[in-house]
């Protein structure tokens, strides 16, 4: 099988997560309790065979890099293989010009220097499994230019409104790549996962870099669809895009879904995330949890129901946690309702009785607030 390197690829100024996005970039995301969103990318490749992976920050890089580390924990072949954490000048998340291309073009010398033929683009900030393995190989037997991962949904008008979608002939074949306005439910969403030739991706930034200052890659594939040949491959699975607060918490409320997430975690196909050593949960007398997701280190005395509980976290007698995120190591007193909220890390909620959002418009506890 031919061989490729990776690339992880961070959200551009076109997508911002309010709240949690203002401590951390979204590959850094707290995921269930206890993943990060950019372990499901690297987990795809390091499970694909893919040893050698370039991983892109840019605004508030040192959570990402605090957990990725040496990659060790990856499962990445020691002697071959290689994380490179690889920075971009612009530094202001918003800015028009923190975009892919300009990441890409910053760092082109490194991109150079692998040896591998091929390279698979993946972002930071999407949630799926894929075998990369099976997208090389379509890609080579097509004799397509590029061919891009696509994942065709029904739920268009309320959720993946910060991505793009895909428009495609009969053949499969890409004719425009164009933004999601949220005006029809079905629609092919674009999961910003390519697959190409090195020596192909290195012409498109240097053609989109020359071209204007603020094209991404999207926007040179599309500019170029009609001259070149640029395929599509379906992915079929669980698919979540995290480019919103709403979609943030509804990917993960769904994943409570038994049925769901057995789609996602699959034991021939483990998710890998830098493991936390500490003691388990400790569950008092009091204590009420179903359908819920519990990582190890917390008190747990009050009544949580389909919910997830972060690293550390205390849950006080009398308290109520329902459908809601709490992320590690805050406190709710006793006797507080939550429900519909997303709790950030190290807050303690002592005062406010009653935090209450809904299913579409969950309410957001900044980190290390105390109400």
């Given at each position: 099988?031919?061989?490729a390197f ?19 970039p979204?590959g ?6 206890r ?23 840019q605004?508030?890089p040192?959570s990402?890099?605090e957990?990725i580390?040496?990659g ?6 020691s ?5 490179q954490?690889?920075?971009?000048e612009?530094?202001?998340?918003r800015?028009?010009y923190?975009?892919?291309?300009s990441?890409y073009?910053?760092?082109l010398?490194?991109?150079?220097r ?5 390279v698979?683009?993946?972002p ?8 990369y ?5 379509s890609?080579?037997?097509?004799g ?8 065709k949904?029904e739920n268009a ?7 793009h979608?895909?428009?495609?002939n009969k053949q ?6 164009e ?8 629609k092919?969403?674009l ?8 020596e192909t991706f290195?012409?498109?930034v ?6 204007s ?6 926007d040179?594939?599309n500019?170029?669809?009609k001259?070149m ?10 698919f979540a ?23 996602l975690?699959?034991a021939?196909?483990?998710i ?7 003691c ?14 519990i ?9 949580v129901e ?16 329902k459908?809601?995120?709490i992320?590690a ?7 507080i ?11 303690k909620?002592?005062n406010?009785k009653?935090?209450i959002?809904?299913?579409l418009?969950p ?9």
């Amino acid at each position: 099988m031919a061989k490729a390197f990776g690339i992880v690829s961070s959200a551009d100024n076109t997508i911002y997560v309010d709240g949690l996005q203002d401590y951390r970039p979204i590959g850094s995301f707290s995921f269930l309790g206890r993943f990060r969103v950019v372990d499901f990318p690297i987990s795809n490749m390091s499970n694909s065979d893919i040893n050698r992976i370039q991983v892109y920050l840019q605004s508030k890089p040192r959570s990402l890099c605090e957990h990725i580390g040496s990659g060790r924990h990856y499962n990445i072949n020691s002697k071959r293989g290689k994380i490179q954490l690889l920075f971009s000048e612009n530094t202001s998340s918003r800015s028009i010009y923190n975009n892919d291309i300009s990441a890409y073009k910053a760092n082109l010398d490194y991109i150079q220097r692998m040896h591998e033929e091929y390279v698979i683009v993946a972002p930071s900030y999407m949630v799926y499994k894929q075998d990369y393995r099976q997208l090389l190989e379509s890609h080579i037997a097509s004799g397509a230019e590029v061919t891009i991962l696509y994942h065709k949904v029904e739920n268009a008008r309320d959720y993946f409104k910060g991505c793009h979608t895909v428009v495609l002939n009969k053949q499969k074949g890409v004719q425009a790549i164009e933004k999601n306005l949220g005006t029809a439910n079905n629609k092919n969403i674009l999961m910003d996962t390519y697959c190409m030739r090195k020596e192909t991706f290195i012409e498109l930034v240097q053609d989109a870099s020359w071209m204007s200052s603020i094209y991404t890659l999207p926007d040179i594939i599309n500019l170029y669809c009609k001259q070149m040949d640029v395929r599509a491959y379906q992915h079929k699975g669980y698919f979540a895009s995290l480019t919103s607060l709403d979609d943030y918490y509804h990917a993960s409320m769904e994943l409570l879904d038994y049925s769901i997430a057995s789609d996602l975690f699959k034991a021939d196909w483990p998710i890998y995330t830098r493991t936390t050593d500490s003691c388990p949960t400790q569950y008092f007398e009091t204590a009420k949890v179903s359908n819920s997701f519990i990582s190890n280190g917390c008190l747990i005395e009050g009544t949580v129901e389909n919910s997830i509980i972060g690293r550390g976290a205390v849950i006080g007698k009398g308290a109520t946690i329902k459908n809601s995120i709490i992320m590690a190591y805050s406190e709710i007193s006793e006797n507080i309702h939550i429900e519909n909220a997303v709790v950030d890390k190290w807050a303690k909620i002592v005062n406010a009785k009653n935090i209450i959002g809904t299913a579409l418009q969950p309410q957001y506890i900044k980190r290390r607030d105390i109400l």
